[in-house]
């Protein structure tokens, strides 16, 4: 376990199990909530070489965020996995305090990218308020990529929404990304003009060659 503290003085864990069996090599993080915090997550992952399989993030009542994070493993020992975990909570914890800045390329010429430069997936996006009686839930559906995870909730951030829960999925080269999510005064997004903004936007994530990417 790293225990750190912001320039703030907020505490700040990261925890690393490594899961053999499983190949997957698991990161807990605790601290104050934020806004942006699952984007500088997914940002520190793709910055680091590490591949999200899936993810489970919590906020909590008193302000605080558990966000769980699962990497595909990339190193025969475990000692390499520890070593490239510790990584992405460091750049985590130096992203939180400002000393550290992510790249405006992030993930372009990643190996992952270039393998899956020939694959073709709709994307998808649904938007429902009847699954859930506090949140809108918003579920992306497309071709998986590094610096995807990023891209999507950096707009949510953008577009003023708050995730309250989020579950991460990938299946081969497909990404199911699902979102729980109220706007800024805690209440569902309700408005139609409003769900097709957020709709557009992340449409333009997924297929970041399209109109709806410029228009956002």
């Not at 990339?74 to 939180?96: G, H, S, Y």
């Not at 579950?167 to 569902?188: M, P, Q, R, S």
């Not at 139609?192 to 557009?200: L, M, T, V, Y």
Request: glycine share 6%; net charge positive.
């Amino acid at each position: 376990m790293i225990d750190k503290a912001d320039k703030k003085n907020m505490p700040f864990s990261g925890t690393i199990y490594v899961k053999s069996f499983e190949q997957i090599t698991e990161i807990s993080f605790y601290t104050a909530d934020h806004p942006r915090l699952l984007s500088w997550i997914a940002a520190a992952c793709t910055m680091s070489d590490a591949f999200i399989v899936g993810a489970h993030i919590s906020s909590m009542r008193d302000g605080y965020a558990l966000d769980t994070f699962r990497l595909r493993r990339a190193f025969n020992a475990d000692e390499d996995e520890n070593i490239r975990a510790c990584r992405v909570i460091e750049t985590v914890r130096q992203l939180l305090n400002g000393s550290r800045r992510i790249p405006p390329n992030l993930g372009q010429d990643s190996r992952l990218n270039r393998r899956l430069k020939p694959f073709k997936l709709p994307p998808d996006i649904q938007i429902s308020n009847a699954f859930s009686k506090k949140f809108t839930v918003i579920e992306v559906s497309g071709l998986d990529r590094a610096g995807l995870l990023y891209g999507l909730t950096r707009e949510l951030a953008d577009l003023n929404l708050t995730i309250g829960s989020a579950h991460i999925g990938t299946y081969g080269e497909k990404a199911v990304d699902v979102f729980y999510v109220t706007d800024l005064t805690g209440a569902k997004v309700e408005n139609p003009a409003r769900q097709k903004r957020i709709r557009d936007r992340l449409i333009g994530v997924l297929e970041p060659d399209t109109d709806a990417q410029k228009a956002g």
